[in-house]
C-alpha cells in the first residue's frame, strides 16, 4: 500500500490553515519526502510520522518555501544512533546548496548524507528497486526545478486455490512469483495458470513551474497528479510572470495526461477558500479535489 500525507499545502509563506510545502509518502520500508519546508518536522509530529522513517528526500527546488526545514530535520535525525544513510535528491547546484547549509550551524551528531544531483534534461528514472522507481524532470522555474513521479512496478499475486490444485508447494512458489514455470509431475506450470498480474500506482508531483512538456510526461498516466495550484485562472498573467501554473492549467494537463485524479497544492494565501481554485481545475477536468494539511490519501 502506498500513503501520501500532506504536511503543507501553502505557497511561499506559511498561513494560519496551511503551512509551506512538504509531503510524505510511506511505501514498504520506504519514507521518501518530497520538499521540506519549515515547519515539516512538527507537521509529522502532529500526524504521528516518525521522522526516522524518512529514508529519501527528493528536493524540487531551493527557494525557501521548499527547502527551510532541512536544516533542523538533518540535525534531529543525527540524535539518532540507528539512523541508516539519508539519500537527498535535488537539482544541479545542490551539493554546493546543502554544503553552504550543513557549515551554517554546529552538528553534535552527524548523519550519513548522500546527496545526488539530478542534472538531467528529460524524463529519467534516477533510482529503480524490483518493487517501485523514481522518476524525474527539469520543469521551467525562476532557477532549476525538477517535477518527480513515484512508479509502482506491476506485481504478481498468487491464487491459493490454483496453487493447491496444481499441486505446487514450497521454493516452486517462490520461482513461480518471479515469473519463470516450474515443473510440477512431470506437467509444466507457468504463473499464468497459478497468479494474477496487478497494476502498479503511479502518483505524479510537479510544484513551481510554468506549463511546459515535461509536466505531461511526468503525469502520463498516473494514478494521482499532484500539482501546485499557486493562482487561478483569472491570475494567469501573474503566475506566468512568476513562473507558476494555475489550477486550470493543472486540469490541462491532467485531462491531456490521462490521469484518474488531480490533486492541487502549494496555494497563495490570497484564496481563503477552496472554491475559486476548484471550480477552475474542474471546467476542464472533474475528477479532482484541493489538499489540505495532513490530509492523506491511500493507494
Known amino acids: 500500500m502506498i500513503e501520501v500525507c500532506f504536511l503543507g499545502t501553502s ?27 519549515e515547519g515539516t518536522q512538527r507537521q509529522m509530529n502532529i500526524l504521528g510520522i516518525n521522522r526516522n522513517r524518512i529514508t529519501r528526500i527528493l528536493i524540487s527546488h531551493w527557494h525557501g518555501d521548499h527547502v527551510s526545514g532541512l536544516i533542523g530535520l538533518i540535525q534531529t535525525l543525527g540524535n539518532n544512533p540507528e539512523q541508516k544513510t539519508l539519500y537527498l535528491y535535488g537539482p544541479k547546484g545542490t551539493k554546493t ?22 542534472p538531467y534534461q528529460k524524463l529519467k528514472t534516477f533510482f529503480e528497486t524490483e518493487n517501485f522507481a523514481l522518476q524525474c524532470a527539469p520543469l521551467k522555474h525562476s532557477i532549476p526545478c525538477l517535477g518527480y513521479s513515484f512508479i509502482e512496478k506491476d506485481r504478481r499475486t498468487m491464487l491459493p486455490q490454483k496453487l493447491k490444485a496444481l499441486g505446487v508447494t514450497g521454493h516452486l512458489i517462490g520461482q513461480l512469483q518471479k515469473g519463470k514455470s516450474v515443473a510440477v509431475k512431470g506437467k509444466t506450470v507457468t504463473p499464468d495458470d497459478v497468479s494474477t498480474m496487478t497494476k502498479g500506482k ?4 510537479v510544484f513551481d513551474t510554468l506549463l ?10 498516473a494514478d494521482v497528479f499532484i500539482s501546485e495550484s499557486t493562482y487561478s485562472s483569472s491570475l494567469e498573467e501573474k503566475a506566468t510572470q512568476y513562473k507558476h501554473m494555475t489550477s486550470q492549467q493543472a486540469g490541462i494537463i491532467a485531462n491531456k495526461a490521462n490521469v484518474k485524479k488531480l490533486i492541487l497544492t502549494h496555494l497563495s494565501q490570497r484564496y481563503k ?8 481545475a474542474r471546467a476542464v477536468f472533474p475528477n479532482v479535489e484541493v489538499a489540505f494539511d495532513f490530509m492523506k490519501i491511500k493507494l
Open 212 to 221: 511546459c512538456n515535461n509536466c505531461y510526461e511526468l503525469a502520463k498516466d
Open 97 to 118: 546548496k546543502m554544503k553552504h547549509l550543513l557549515q551554517s550551524c554546529s552538528f553534535e551528531n552527524k548523519v550519513d548524507l548522500q546527496i545526488k544531483e539530478l
Open 11 to 37: 505557497s511561499m509563506v506559511p498561513t494560519k490553515e496551511r503551512n509551506v510545502q512538504g509531503i510524505f509518502l510511506s511505501y514498504q520500508n520506504e519514507g521518501i519526502l518530497i520538499d521540506c519546508g
Open 202 to 205: 503511479k502518483i505524479a508531483f
Open 273 to 280: 477558500t477552496n472554491e475559486e481554485v476548484l471550480e477552475d
